[in-house]
């Protein structure tokens, strides 16, 4: 069994950053992919980055603003969100594999969920 804690969620206006950490107890492996996923109100949710030992990938509208790392030695994983906007606003979860699928983009492939951070960026 995997826990997994999200933290570092907040209020914020436009053009602010956040950090959002994750940490994940349990065993984990570099080569599986730990991911952030968002939903805002009243949307589904969608794929915002993933990371393993030879991938980062990010949601192609959050290139360059949104960074995703990882240190495994720690099991922890951050997203770092730069220039934030209204439409950023959603609960964030972080998510993790316990084995190795390649489609990191979808949600059905993470096997572990946290609760999620709420996520508001004011205008």
């Known amino acids: 069994q995997v826990q997994v804690v999200e933290s570092g969620g907040g209020l914020v206006q436009a053009g602010a950053s956040l950090r959002l950490s994750c940490a994940a107890s349990?065993?984990?492996?570099?080569?599986?992919?730990m991911g952030w996923f968002r939903q805002a109100p009243g949307k589904e949710r969608e794929f915002v980055a993933a990371?393993?030992?030879?991938?980062?990938v990010y949601a192609d509208s959050l290139k360059g603003r949104f960074t995703i790392s990882r240190d495994n030695a720690k099991n922890t994983l951050s997203l770092q969100m730069n220039n934030l906007k209204p439409e950023d606003t959603a609960v964030y979860y972080c998510?993790?594999?316990?084995?190795?699928?390649?489609?990191?983009?979808?949600?059905?492939?993470?096997?572990?969920w946290g609760q999620g951070t709420q996520v508001t960026v004011s205008s």
């Open positions: 349990g065993r984990t492996f570099s080569s599986y992919f």
């Open positions: 998510a993790t594999q316990t084995y190795y699928r390649d489609s990191y983009y979808d949600g059905g492939s993470y096997d572990f």
């Open positions: 990371i393993n030992w030879s991938n980062t």
